[in-house]
């Protein structure tokens, strides 16, 4: 099945057409291999469930959506005809989507034995629980940290300053909620977005990705305002995946962290409001600036090393950081038409 570029209706369906278990939906940009592994996974682990699985690909180039048509025809391709970002790609198979329950499956992750099973019974069965996450491993098979605390401003700064990976005292690693070993239930504010398994009633009510947020951000935002709507978000070691970790966003170099920078900023502008989002920009900038100026004196010395890469990485940055959110403001009140 093939479609290209679908209209996003309005609202999820109503409960009345959720006739199958479970939708995933897979965005891909440029992952060709993984992404044949991925759906492989999928379909050799689904077990007893009655799932449909979407993958929508954003103008990828490597020739993906091809490999999907070609080895996989049950899969529900939908084709986009410019890269129209990770909310809004999701957007477009979650808003048609039959599942009870909804399943955002990064492109790059494997998925083990009977976790899609075992999590679908998990959200059956807790019925307060309106997203929820599994165990997420490296694909050396050591834990990877999922969850974390949203990115406010106190976090923010600890993230930036590295007083985060401080082993004590212990409050320091709250934002990456780190000590906690993902060994057992517990209420989370963020469910990382490679497999991020959500209620469609939760869906229903809270209503779908917000699409301003183009590439990060997204999950973190839709778990703020499931939450806000009374459901929990959890995480529940009931099975594991493999993430790879950032295939697409690798792709991006330091276009990456300024599509990361921008997110934080407007997440605390949505949720903070205007001297929040100026706070997010200054310690993002600041920090910015601070690693670019430290790896240039480094330069001087150490020329064939690390530091001069580094150095430029972080110019570049620099050069295409986010605006202002004052000068944003101003740019939306001019193009805005008078009343």
């Known amino acids: 099945m093939i479609v290209a570029d679908t209209a996003i209706p309005t609202k999820a369906r109503s409960v009345a057409t959720w006739t199958l278990d479970l939708t995933i939906v897979v965005v891909n940009w440029n992952t060709l291999s993984l992404l044949r592994d991925c759906l ?10 009655s799932l449909e699985l979407f993958v929508v690909d954003n103008a990828s180039s490597d020739g993906s959506a091809e490999m999907v048509s070609a080895e996989f025809p049950s899969v529900k391709l939908i084709r986009n005809t410019q890269n129209r ?10 808003a048609v989507g039959q599942g009870r329950h909804m399943l955002l499956l990064n492109s790059d992750t494997i998925v083990l034995g009977d976790v899609l099973e075992k999590c679908v019974r998990y959200l059956d069965d807790q019925i307060d629980v309106g997203a929820m996450g599994c165990r ?14 949203y990115p406010n401003l106190p ?36 469910v990382t977005g490679c497999y991020l398994l959500v209620r469609t009633a939760a869906l229903r009510d809270v209503g779908l990705l917000d699409e301003s947020f183009f590439f990060f951000g997204e999950e973190t935002d839709w778990c703020k305002r499931i ?113």
């Open 40 to 49: 492989a996974s999928v379909l050799s682990n689904s077990g007893n469930l």
């Open 85 to 94: 970002g990770f909310a809004a790609a999701n957007n477009q198979a979650l």
């Open 136 to 149: 997420v491993l490296n694909p050396d098979r050591t834990l990877q940290p999922t969850c974390f605390e």
């Open 155 to 190: 976090n923010l700064f600890l993230w930036t300053t590295g007083l985060a990976r401080l082993p004590w005292p212990r409050f320091l690693g709250k934002y990456r909620m780190a000590g906690w070993k993902r060994d057992c239930e517990r209420d989370v504010d963020v």
């Open 227 to 339: 939450r806000e709507h009374g459901w929990r978000v959890r995480f529940a070691p009931v099975g594991d995946i493999v993430h790879y970790g950032g295939a697409s966003a690798k792709k991006l170099n330091h276009r990456r962290d300024v599509m990361l920078f921008k997110a934080l900023i407007d997440f605390n502008s949505k949720h903070g409001g205007a001297l929040s989002a100026i706070t997010a920009w200054s310690i993002l900038w600041a920090n910015t600036f601070s690693r670019y100026v430290g790896f240039a004196v480094a330069s001087i010395v150490d020329r064939k090393g690390r530091a001069p890469s580094r150095r430029d990485h972080f110019r570049s940055i620099l050069k295409d950081f986010p605006p202002t959110p004052l000068a944003q403001r101003r740019s939306s009140d001019a193009v805005s038409p008078r009343q």
